[in-house]
């Protein structure tokens, strides 16, 4: 079992930035693929971004490519999302996920059932 603890977030004015962490317990970390899903009010999880276990390769929501940067430090088994020129449209929960095997399949890095274990999420708010 893995487990994931989210932090963080908080109460941000638009064009502010803030740093997410995501430490991982449990099992190794560093083959791991570790991603960030976030969900805004009356709206569904949606994929924000994603390191496989080299952090060399990455993905992002075409909406946040050039804001947001993933990264990770495998020596401390956490995994962060840099959040750049907020918008009001960011305020989400956003999650922490881990998958053990993630397919190579194009866009599979953007599925919810692709993951096998999540966080319990953290609060971002963005004011105008």
């Known amino acids: 079992q893995v487990q994931l603890v989210e932090s963080g977030g908080g109460l941000v004015q638009a064009g502010g930035s803030l740093r997410l962490s995501c430490a991982a317990s449990?099992?190794?970390?560093?083959?791991?693929?570790m991603g960030w899903f976030r969900q805004a009010p009356g709206k569904e999880r949606e994929f924000a971004a994603v390191?496989?276990?080299?952090?060399?390769?990455?993905y992002y929501a075409d909406s946040l490519k050039g804001r947001f940067t993933i990264s990770r430090d495998n020596a401390k088994n956490t995994v962060y999302l840099q959040m750049n020129n907020l918008k009001p449209e960011d305020t989400a929960v956003y999650y922490c996920?881990?998958?053990?095997?993630?397919?190579?399949?194009?866009?599979?890095?953007?599925?919810?059932?692709?993951?096998?274990?999540w966080g319990q999420g953290t609060q971002v708010t963005v004011s105008s």
């Open positions: 996920a881990a998958a053990q095997k993630l397919p190579w399949y194009s866009g599979s890095y953007s599925y919810e059932r692709e993951y096998d274990y």
């Open positions: 449990g099992r190794t970390f560093s083959s791991f693929a």
């Open positions: 390191t496989r276990g080299s952090s060399v390769i990455t």
